[in-house]
């Protein structure tokens, strides 16, 4: 049987910046959620991008693949208030006018279960060293997903045209 995405809302930061993208009233209608972000923020350091849901702050765990063109990792993650969704997304020194590429997948997002999800974020570079993560998510909420937001690690905002795209998924 087919799936079909279906754009929820769309959200492209205007100029000035943002601290936050956020997605409120998500409808109860499909089977499962996906995020597409396209992102840069405005911090001369490399910093992630933490997506939190219902305003939730704590019960968050996720476990991560990393690789950066010269060494791999991986390992868990449970210090910041939300997913980590992306570890390193583009900032003001790496090239200009790009931006990172970070996907999330929320099956079940109205059970009454724990909620799980899976991220893959890539930074665009022309350096020899760009960052891309893979990470697997936890999260010990059993209420339904009705509010998602996305922040800058570090108190950072969100540059000029970052875009979020929030779809929804329906079995045909």
């Known amino acids: 049987m087919a ?3 279906e754009a929820i809302a769309t959200v492209t ?3 000035g910046g943002a601290a936050t993208i956020e997605f409120t009233s998500i409808p109860q209608t ?3 959620l996906v995020l597409k972000l396209s992102a840069r923020h405005d911090s001369s350091s490399p910093e992630g991008v933490t997506l939190k849901i219902n305003s939730i702050t704590t019960g968050y765990t996720s476990r991560f693949l990393s690789g950066n063109g010269a060494s791999a990792g991986s390992g868990t993650r449970t210090t910041y208030q939300g997913w980590d969704i992306a570890s390193v997304v583009n900032y003001t020194t790496t090239t200009s006018n790009t931006f990172a590429n970070v996907e999330v997948y929320i099956p079940n997002y109205t059970s ?3 909620k799980s999800a899976s991220s893959d974020s890539v930074q665009e570079s022309n350096a020899t060293t760009a960052y891309m993560y893979m990470l697997a998510h936890l999260q010990t909420s059993t209420a339904a997903i009705t509010s998602l937001t996305c922040s800058v690690q570090g108190s950072n905002n969100f540059v000029q045209y970052s875009t979020a795209t929030l779809y929804g998924i329906k079995k045909n």
């Open 13 to 15: 930061v205007g100029s």
């Open 3 to 5: 799936n079909t995405y």
């Open 112 to 114: 009454s279960n724990a």
């Open 30 to 32: 499909y089977t499962d």
